[in-house]
């Protein structure tokens, strides 16, 4: 018996310090991330706005099924990067959108990231108050 394969588009996104590996295949627009529903997933619904962005904006969210495997970083940061997953995922499987993603800036990286901690201070830019004497 020949065993049918389901074709799968594959994308990675990264914000912060999360990451998110995304697969799209062809179905009804159920997601799933690491097992979990989005509902169960993200609790504020701006987050899961953000997060389904690409999908809204390109009328494509009944018509995929995202499965998300995020790691590292906060709420804010793995929407972040699961948007840039699922947008580059939309890519792989139409090329017409990347006018409509990259006008959004969809697939743009953020390169914001947490800066260091220096010595001699008690932040990245903090100082300690300065006295004369």
Known sequence: MAEVKVQEFLGTGRRKTSVAR???A???GKVTINGRSLDNYFCLDTQRAIALQPLTL???????????N???GGPAGQAGAMRHGIA???LEADANLRKVLKAEGYLTRDP???ERKK???PGARKRFQFSKR
Do not use: M
């Not at 390109?58 to 998300?68: G, H, I, L, P, S």
């Open 22 to 24: 995304v697969r799209l």
């Open 26 to 28: 062809p179905g009804t």
């Open 58 to 68: 390109t009328e494509n969210a009944a018509k995929f099924d995202v499965r998300v």
């Open 70 to 72: 995020l790691k590292g």
């Open 88 to 90: 580059r995922a939309l």
């Open 112 to 114: 914001r990231q947490k």
């Open 119 to 121: 010595y001699g201070q």
